[in-house]
């Protein structure tokens, strides 16, 4: 019959490494001594059927005898078998409880001798800078009054570890510290040496023939350390950076035609000194690709090929573009789903040539399956309310549902701006034509604190404050308060918005200003206005809207200078505009914010004279396209933008002609001039020394306006990493037509002849360029403008800048 053994070293090994504080524990003092090797002991053999009488636990002092039986498998009236008795020893240190078991036979009486494990008093951390305690508690798993357990320190340290790599700091250590107190308890201590960060110190592209590795090297997000890129993280290793840079290596090249394009490898290898990682990107490029045939097939009824024909936007021996065919497929499927056929699905099929380096491409038209929404869940938002997120959404409960949906209300939400990150996700429903959707969301600080400036010879320096929330209380209300403080201008403006009024598709608001302007440099009268606006708006679809606004407004003109000219002593006084006004715009830029591509067209009137002693009407037109440069540049960053506007006002019914209402141009529609600073003046009252008490001549205003402009966005070298970004541009702009309550331009005026200057339509020039820069305290905006063309006595700017933080 065989020996039992008391002890299982060989469970040991298994189970747990019989050490008391496990490997790179340093013991402190007054720790135990360890304990000896498990002692065995060879057992007479009984007879085989002697059962175990009992099962005496011994050494116990916090697990109760019960917990500890409950864990054996060997069990009073059980035989004494080397198996069963095995098994329970491993069972009992894979428990945790115990630093050491030994089972001994006495008789027909199983002993079984524990030592617990101590219980964790607390838990520091030592050494930890960039990495807060609370940060590091949140992934370990040993908790104070716990029991402590040498596997669990060693897990603990590797998460410590992964969380120090999630910082780029491969190079950090984490030594455990235990110290053994009465009563059978310790302090764990991790001692952490946080090491500088690892950076990327090499970027290398290998197989790459048709481009460069300089040009590559902009292509991916990952970038070589450099001194600039103190506020950038791109230079810090980062696994999931690196699939995600082999993603754009793959898409820029099929946007360039290479439709075999492969990534062999995508490897970082840490050095020796664990400081820096270099990075290699293994590539096959394969051929370059032209397009060939291009066709439409049309399985879906009412819809004929030869009617989709003409909405094919790509032309034939172009460079394949994966993207570009993508949206243009994508384009065929929203306007179809936009004519009634919302299970309308295009897909792009392609055929190579590779002896030709050709591709021909299909697209098929087809019926996708049905599907319907079930349930909408919002999940994440704990300020705004669901029903500001559900409004929003292009479809509720019972709608066809297509993937569009989705695209769509992801992009809608983004749009909203309350919200860190948002995703779409569906499930099945209930039904195989069922769908669940859920909006998962991370909310933001919706609060915005600005402040702006610039800066002009006759202006000085002045200022802006504004102070708005853009989600207020949770329910989508725009509520804020702006101000502007210079030495020739006061103005302040409080307004409330509700996106939603009456929940409908409604946009309503009012604005309660006043404005005191005293342009005493170039202007030689001052202007106050205090009033309210009453504001509405709706949408007819995803990209046609319009607006109306009726407002009221209390305007006098004040101190006007004895030699001011006769256009700008007529103004004295005071006058009260009645105004009704409605903008339709269209829509289709891919965001409001920093576009990147698409179009938008204003069309807007003011009709004065519901009431009050104005009578006009006053006509606006503005436009602007997005293009995009990704294909060209093979960056995202690069836009090309052209924008250009135009307005036209005249009198009915014995109109007053005010200037003050005239058209202005300079600022931001004219960059490089002053806010007013372009158009028509006149001479002041010559004194009777025949010379006028200030030489400035005063600037009236025009009634008819034109301006356009270019510009280009771009990244800067070195730059772009810091969050700066680019531009040039160049602006071109017109306004005449004399619009005065009495004209003094005919010497049979006389005495009050008074002539106008620069009343005409020779375009005004400017060029200049900008930047847009992510501070970590805000937006800052700078633009230099220089004046190309100009008239004598345009008042130019050369700086314009601003900044802004969130709250």
């Known amino acids: 019959m065989p020996l039992f053994w008391t002890a299982g070293a060989h469970a040991q090994d298994e189970a747990a490494q019989n050490t008391p504080f496990g490997g790179d524990m340093a013991p402190a003092g007054g720790m135990e001594q360890q304990p000896q090797e498990p002692q065995v002991e060879a057992i007479k053999p009984p007879p085989l059927e002697d059962p175990i009488e009992a099962v005496d636990i011994k050494g116990n002092s916090r697990i109760e005898t019960s917990t500890i039986l409950s864990y054996m498998v060997v069990q009073p009236g059980d035989r004494f078998n080397q198996d069963l008795l095995d098994r329970s020893l491993k069972t009992l240190y894979a428990t945790g409880l115990f630093h050491d078991v030994t089972l001994k036979r006495v008789g027909n ?10 219980i964790v008093n607390r838990i ?49 250590t984490v030594t455990p510290q235990i110290i053994r107190l009465a009563h059978n308890r310790v302090d764990v201590i991790f001692h952490i040496n946080e090491a500088q960060k690892t950076l990327i110190k090499k970027v290398t592209f290998v197989g790459n023939r048709a481009f460069s590795s300089a040009r590559l090297a902009g292509v991916v997000s990952s970038k070589e350390t450099a001194w600039y890129r103190f506020f950038a993280s791109s230079d810090q290793y980062n696994p999931e950076r690196i699939k995600y840079d082999a993603e754009l290596l793959h898409r820029f090249y099929l946007k360039n035609g290479f439709v075999d394009f492969q990534i062999k490898n995508a490897t970082g290898e840490l050095s020796a000194d664990r400081k820096s990682f270099y990075i290699t990107y293994t590539m096959e490029e394969g051929p370059r690709y032209r397009l060939n045939k291009m066709d439409v097939r049309s399985s879906l009824r009412h819809v004929s090929a030869e009617s989709m024909r003409k909405y094919i936007s790509l032309f034939h021996g172009q460079w394949y573009d994966g993207s570009a065919i993508q949206h243009n497929a994508t384009d065929m499927q929203e306007m179809l789903q936009g004519k009634g056929y919302p299970f309308a699905m295009v897909h792009p099929e392609i055929a190579r040539n590779p002896e030709k380096r050709t591709v021909n491409l299909l697209f098929d038209i087809s019926e996708g399956p049905r599907m319907y929404v079930e349930r909408i869940d919002i999940n994440g938002n704990t300020i705004t309310e669901d029903k500001v997120i559900r409004r929003q959404l292009p479809m509720a409960e019972g709608d066809p549902y297509t993937p569009l949906d989705r695209k769509y209300s992801k992009l809608i939400l983004e749009d909203l701006g309350f919200f860190k990150t948002v995703s779409i996700d569906q499930t099945p429903g209930a039904a195989p034509d069922k769908v669940n959707i859920s909006a998962d969301v991370v909310e933001k600080p919706t609060g915005e604190f600005s402040l702006g400036g610039g800066y002009s010879t006759d202006a000085g320096v002045l200022g802006n404050l504004g102070l708005k929330q853009h989600n207020l209380l949770g329910t989508g209300i725009d509520a804020g308060f ?32 006043g404005i005191q302007n005293r342009y005493m440099t170039y202007q030689s009268y001052s202007e106050g206005r205090y009033g309210i606006t009453l504001r509405m708006g709706y949408s007819y679809n995803n990209h046609l809207s319009q607006s109306w606004s009726y407002t009221l407004t209390d305007r006098q003109i004040g101190d006007t200078w004895s030699d001011s000219s006769y256009y ?12 009704l006004s409605t903008t339709l715009t269209y829509d289709t830029r891919d965001r409001r914010q920093q576009p990147h591509k698409g179009f938008v067209v204003r069309v807007g009137g003011d009709f004065a004279g519901i009431g009050g002693n104005e009578r006009y009407l006053r006509g606006k037109v503005d436009a602007a396209y997005y293009i995009p440069l990704d294909s060209i540049m093979g960056n995202h960053d690069w836009t090309v933008s052209f924008r250009a506007g135009a307005g036209d006002i005249m009198n009915w019914g014995g109109g007053r002609s005010d200037i003050i209402d005239n058209f202005y141009l300079g600022g931001n529609s004219l960059r490089g001039f002053m806010d007013g600073g372009v158009g028509p003046r006149s001479y002041a009252i010559p004194a009777r020394d025949g010379n006028p008490m200030h030489s400035q ?39 005449d037509g004399l619009r005065v309550r009495r004209r003094y331009t005919s010497m049979k005026d006389w005495p009050k002849y008074t002539p106008v200057y620069d009343d005409t339509l020779t375009p005004v020039v400017s060029t200049g360029v900008g930047i847009a820069w992510k501070s970590p305290f805000g937006l800052v905006n700078i633009d230099l403008g220089v004046p190309l063309h100009k008239g004598t006595n345009d008042r130019t700017q050369l700086l314009r800048f601003g900044f802004g933080q969130q709250f």
Request: aromatic share 12%; no cysteine; charged share 20%.
């Open 124 to 172: 520091v951390f030592e050494g930890n800078h960039s990495a807060k305690d609370e940060d590091l508690t949140k992934v370990i798993s040993l908790r104070p009054r716990a029991v402590y357990s040498p596997q669990g320190i060693s897990a603990d340290r590797q998460k410590i570890l992964g969380v120090y790599a999630e910082k780029a700091r491969y190079a950090a």
């Open 568 to 579: 700008v002593q007529d103004q004295n006084g005071w006058s009260l505009l009645s105004q």
């Open 697 to 735: 001549q005063d600037f009236l205003g025009g009634r008819f306006m034109y301006t356009a402009s270019a510009q280009v966005d771009f990244p800067i070298p070195f730059a772009s990493a810091m969050g700066i970004k680019g531009r040039y541009f160049v602006d071109m702009g017109g306004l």
């Open 109 to 118: 009486v199983l002993e079984v001798h524990v030592v617990e494990n101590p």
């Open 482 to 513: 702006t101000g502007t403080a210079a030495y020739y201008e006061d103005q302040a403006d409080i307004s409330l918005t509700d996106p939603y009024f009456l929940n409908r598709n409604l946009v309503a608001g009012i604005d309660i200003f």
